[in-house]
């Protein structure tokens, strides 16, 4: 399929020795002049980047309690050099967690500590120089910020914060990354990633109207831009297209219309992603998020429930109060905003959908805990709710569940390969490495339990485990959203 | 100028270092502001939740033990021996001495092969496992280096060649009340205190840093409650 090998997936996971520079040449297509004048960088590489990148450096961590103790305080335990995937998959030391730290870190010592300036050798500190730029632009875009290594550093590092300041100051001399610059473009611009018009969107949603209708007999809406509806939903644009991403909209659809709650989407927000907090922006993300708010305010709703995403679920539960709050329009009766999943969760606990379990009984189900719901978020009232409530809905609509093993699920679990901003096709051997831990522990349950669906709740594993399960020698079809599942086993029409 | 004299302007000035120098880290710290929530979740929902998730990496290292068993052995051995052997040498500069010090005190005497036990054992890992030799600088090494020689020559004073403890004891209360008197010239000894110096100047511009930087950490001392409670700090209160 390229030019790489597919990591074997061995009998027993195995902490691979290093091979120091495999992956030096991974490297995603650098942002053209006219993506980052979009999210408002330079368009390319600035004349002194040297001394901006320094100074901007300096700027971060003067602004982020999170850089300023995480760069004084690794005591290099190595607790964490096992703990990412694409170490795992990959085999680079740069990829240990921190190793990819100490690129920023032995920088920063340099040229704001009393130690990197008089003795940098002893300390680690290093120059910025073109080759460590370099290094930079690679392994910063060899973190998908998924923030596994942060649960088990003993004060919590988190090489996420690390990895969202390394790709702003390279933004901030101009070496910004194709893929996140562009996207971001198209939301300023367009309301979403896809680009998708609002007209585009109406069409879209009124052609899956009929599609339903065709299926079920029944008149599902699926209403843009209504005025006065309850609920604001905001969904990753995946959902509005793709496959396995629109079963997922079918299937919030067929809740909505059981449930009775009037609902919409927004052709002017017509985007959960927010890609700014990949590439550490704040400017990018409270403009991005900004677009909901104004949204919300103009349609009248009472709730904003949020779709089936990750990253985009993290920025919502947990930035979007601070960035775009407070939300004292809304109806303070309900979380704000909410998950989808508490949505459903809550209907199906007060017996408001009816479920015909047997609809779900030729999938045998494992689920896949998204990085940045498991480990960034929660849901429900209690920590861990996001654990719970996925599998409850799971175990509530479908009869075979299985988990794959403790150390991979939950907060332990192993991000898909793909997220942070790295899903693109010119980092295609990063992602099939970096999904090796997580198809070691599918490949148990596939084994064990015949498991043959994959459920997520998030844009971007969907679509990166659709690609990559054939590197692994499973179906592509085999990935779906939870609320496909959901969707298939609501029976419509009127209630006994 | 006798080596008493150096020896207790040397303490005056490293006893500095240490106070202001790690007062400026911690004053730096708490007035950065952490402008969004990134508790490493599940996180506790409330404050008396955060303090006792603290206070058990504190006391067992908790996340370290989910991580590794060997660094957690070596590790938590190490500073839980470090604990006691800074309590036994609370007699050294408390006249007279208080009362739990002597509870401490046998404990104390096997906590120094403890400690040895302990850096061995990460140092060891430090040269043998790949992944931990490529992340470690040469000052990784010394620094297990630095606390190891300060541990032997510690232990050297109490089962090979004893110094005279009465006479330190009134160098240390004479530091501390202005009324210095005269160091006993063991060269063991002498070893000792320069290497706990050493390690009192060097505190506040190393990775010494993560004891109190631990409690700074916002993904460990963030509560989770974004939704409920506003939260707005630096550039995201503009
Ligand atoms: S686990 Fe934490 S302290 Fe240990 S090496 Fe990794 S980042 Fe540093
Ligand atoms: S955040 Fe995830 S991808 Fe990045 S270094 Fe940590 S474990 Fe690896």
């Known amino acids: 399929m390229a030019d790489f090998q597919t990591p074997e997936i061995r009998e027993y996971p195995l902490i691979p020795h290093i091979k120091p520079g495999a992956m030096a040449h991974s490297k995603p297509y650098l942002a053209k002049p006219d993506h980052q004048a979009s999210v408002g960088f330079p368009g390319e ?17 003067s602004k982020s309690r999170a850089l300023q103790v995480f760069l004084d ?39 704001f500590t009393f130690a990197g300036k008089y003795f940098p050798k002893l300390v680690g500190a290093i120059d910025f120089t073109e080759e460590v730029r370099d290094q930079w632009y690679s392994y910063f875009h060899q973190c998908s910020q998924c923030r596994r290594c942060s649960v088990f550093c003993p004060y919590g ?76 939903l905001i969904t990753p644009s995946a959902d509005f297209f793709a496959e396995p991403h629109i079963d997922g909209l079918i299937g919030y659809g067929k809740v909505f219309h059981q449930a009775g709650i009037s609902w919409t989407v927004s052709s002017y927000a017509s985007e959960a992603a927010n890609f700014s907090m990949f590439i550490g922006s704040h400017d990018n993300l409270k403009r991005t998020a900004m677009r909901i708010r104004e949204a919300a305010l103009e349609l009248g709703v009472k709730r904003i429930v949020v779709g089936e995403c990750g ?11 601070t960035l775009i709050g407070p939300f004292d329009f809304l109806d303070p009766k309900y979380p704000a905003p909410q ?54 809905i799971l175990k ?25 901003g790295l899903l693109t096709d010119d980092l295609m051997e990063l992602r099939v490495k970096g999904a090796m831990p997580r198809m070691q522990a599918l490949k148990q349950v596939v084994d064990d339990n015949d498991v043959n669906t994959l459920v997520a709740i998030c844009a971007i594993c969907k679509t990166q485990f659709a690609k990559t399960l054939p590197y692994y020698k499973h179906s592509m079809n085999m990935i779906t959203s939870l609320h496909h599942v959901v969707g298939d086993a609501i029976v419509l029409g009127g209630k006994d | 100028m006798s080596l008493s004299v150096i020896y207790a302007l040397l303490f005056y000035a490293a006893t500095l270092v240490l106070v202001i120098g790690v007062a400026r880290k911690i004053a730096i710290y708490s007035k950065t502001p952490q402008p969004l929530k990134i508790p490493t979740t599940p996180a506790p929902l409330t404050t008396s939740g955060v303090v006792w998730r603290m206070a058990k990496e504190v ?27 800074l309590m036994r040498h609370l007699r050294y500069v408390t006249e007279p001495v208080w009362f739990w010090v002597n509870w401490v005190q046998p404990f104390g005497k096997y906590a120094g092969f403890a400690m040895l036990a302990g850096l061995g054992g990460l140092w060891l890992r430090r040269i043998v496992v790949d992944r931990v030799r490529y992340i470690s600088s040469p000052s990784d090494h010394l620094m297990l280096l630095l606390l190891m020689a300060i541990a032997v020559s510690g232990l050297a004073m109490k089962y090979v060649d004893h110094t005279d403890i009465v ?53 460990r001392n963030q509560t989770d409650n974004p939704r409920e409670v506003r939260h707005v700090a630096g550039w995201s209160a503009k």
């Open chain 1, 45 to 61: 590489l600035v004349e002194n980047w040297h001394d901006v990148a320094v100074a901007k450096l300096g700027e971060l961590v």
């Open chain 1, 73 to 111: 305080i690794c005591v290099k335990c190595g607790a964490c050099t096992d703990k990412c995937h694409y170490y795992l998959g990959t085999e680079d030391p740069n990829n240990m967690p921190v190793a990819r730290q100490d690129l920023l870190r032995g920088v920063y010592r340099r040229h």
């Open chain 1, 157 to 232: 590092i988190d090489t996420a914060e690390i990895s969202m300041a390394g790709r702003e100051v390279l933004d901030a001399i101009g070496v910004g990354q194709k893929y996140c610059n562009e996207i971001l473009g198209k939301v300023h611009k367009v309301g979403n990633n896809l680009g998708l018009p609002g007209p585009a969107l109406i069409d879209t949603l009124e052609g899956l109207e009929e599609d339903v209708k065709e299926d079920t007999g029944v008149d599902v809406r699926f209403p843009v831009n209504q005025k006065g509806a309850e609920v604001l």
């Open chain 1, 311 to 321: 990253h985009a679920w993290r920025v919502a539960y947990s930035f979007w109060n």
């Open chain 1, 339 to 392: 998950h989808i999943c508490e949505l459903t969760y809550d209907l199906l606990k007060r017996g408001a959908l009816k479920i015909d379990k047997e609809a779900n009984d030729h999938r045998r189900i494992t689920f896949h805990d998204s990085c940045n719901v498991a480990r960034a978020s929660r849901m429900g009232n209690m920590p861990g709710g996001q654990f719970i409530i996925p599998r409850e």
């Open chain 1, 396 to 420: 509530t609509v479908a009869n075979n569940f299985f988990d794959m093993a403790p150390e991979t699920i939950h907060e332990n679990t192993f991000c898909c390969g793909g997220g942070g």
């Open chain 2, 59 to 85: 006391a067992v290292f908790q996340s370290l033990f989910k991580s590794n068993k060997w660094i957690w052995l070596f590790g938590w051995l190490f500073h839980v021996a470090l604990a006691l052997v």
């Open chain 2, 167 to 219: 006479a330190l004891k009134g160098f240390m209360l004479g530091l501390m009340y202005f009324d210095w008197q005269p160091l006993p010239g063991n060269p063991l000894l002498i070893t000792h205190l320069s290497l706990v110096l050493l390690l009192m100047f060097i505190f506040p511009i190393s990775k010494l840093l993560h004891a109190p930087g631990l409690f700074f950490s916002p993904t």
